[in-house]
């Protein structure tokens, strides 16, 4: 079966998958239950395929999701970064400069997206009934976590004009990445955006800073054959309609926000993803209280259109167990 067969790839394509789709992402929790630290991962491709296939399994996700940290496209640029079993990758982030030009290192000799591209190589050899999905975050996240965040956003007050040369040639370097993850055999993108939430940019600013450069990005992924989802953490309702217009096959919203209400706004026809609470449920809570979460869920976004997924990444200490009941709750739902 290839995976325009799979449940996640018909249902980003617009057919009926038959059930709720579930995904999640979390590396560090990925890590702890292969035995190993996330900071292990970043420069051993054959791990990352490992534990990445163990989450998926274990949490019974309709993807095999590949991710290392916010830091993969960074490093390629000369963001020095360090190891620490318990906090992960830390960047030294770098001065913006005048009139900056993006060189980046060629993918393959930079540790952590050599690992990811050997990754989902290694996965695409499996015979797999899921489709392999990649992470990067969005281009103006990537800047931020290239450059120094504050510096950044006083640019975009200061030196406008030399923030989106900054954003526009970012968005080069992503899809450069994403197509030579394509050609490594990934067929999902899920693109994390949080810099561009409601809670750092204003929804003017989001327009002028990171929706054009999403939307570059995800129909450059169009063209690749290739499916997107979109996350942006925090608070969104203001950038909604933004956020539609990126063209993202789905997107993925805040444990914050609503899905009733996003879906009141949306409509049925568009593909919602959300939003178990990553920490207060999936983190803190009980088996049963996943359970009726998720179900809440399901009922306020409906069952169709929806992605089951928690609302944002998944805390490294989760118990697996409760992931577990997440996912068998959707697919435990029958709304044929
Ligand atoms: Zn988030």
């Known amino acids: 079966m290839g995976f325009e067969e799979s449940i996640l790839f018909k249902f980003l394509n617009g057919e009926d998958p038959g059930e709720i789709p579930v995904i999640a992402t979390g590396t560090g929790l990925a890590a702890r239950i292969a035995g190993r630290s996330a900071a292990s991962l970043r420069d051993n491709g054959a791990a990352l395929a490992e534990v990445m296939s163990m989450f998926q399994k274990e949490a019974k996700l309709d993807w095999t999701i590949v991710y290392t940290d916010a830091l993969a496209i960074p490093e390629t640029l000369g963001v020095e970064v360090e190891l620490s079993p318990i906090s992960g990758a830390i960047g030294k982030p770098m001065k913006i400069p005048d009139d900056p030009v993006l060189s980046p290192k060629p993918l393959r000799s930079s540790p952590a997206t050599r690992a990811t591209l050997e990754a989902v190589e290694i996965l695409s050899k499996k015979k797999t009934t899921c489709p392999i999905a990649v992470t990067f975050e969005g281009p103006l996240t990537t800047s931020i976590n290239t450059f120094d965040a504050n510096d950044l956003i006083m640019a975009i007050y200061r030196r406008p004009l030399v923030v989106k040369s900054i954003i526009s040639q970012m968005t080069d370097i ?48 169009h063209d690749l054959g290739a499916k997107a989802i979109l996350h ?26 609503s899905l009733q209400k996003a879906r ?17 449920t999936l983190w803190e809570g009980s088996v049963e209280e996943v359970r009726d979460e998720t179900m809440s869920c399901i009922e306020d976004a ?35």
């Open 174 to 221: 992503l899809c450069s990445f994403a197509e030579e993850i394509r050609r490594a055999g990934a067929s999902v993108f899920y693109i994390p955006d949080p810099f561009s939430s409601m809670d750092t940019l204003s929804p003017k600013h989001y327009k002028e800073f990171a929706g054009p450069y999403v939307s570059n990005l995800i129909s450059h992924i």
């Open 232 to 257: 942006i953490c925090g608070q969104t309702d203001q950038i909604w309609d933004y956020m539609a217009e990126t063209g993202a096959d789905t997107l993925s919203l805040d444990q914050i926000m």
């Open 264 to 280: 009141e706004h949306f409509g049925p026809e568009v593909r919602l993803a959300g939003n178990v609470d990553p920490i207060r």
């Open 302 to 336: 409906g069952p169709r259109s929806l992605i089951i997924m928690p609302g944002c990444a998944v805390p490294t200490q989760t118990d697996i167990k409760n992931l577990r009941a997440m996912s068998e709750t959707a697919k435990g739902y029958s709304y044929s």
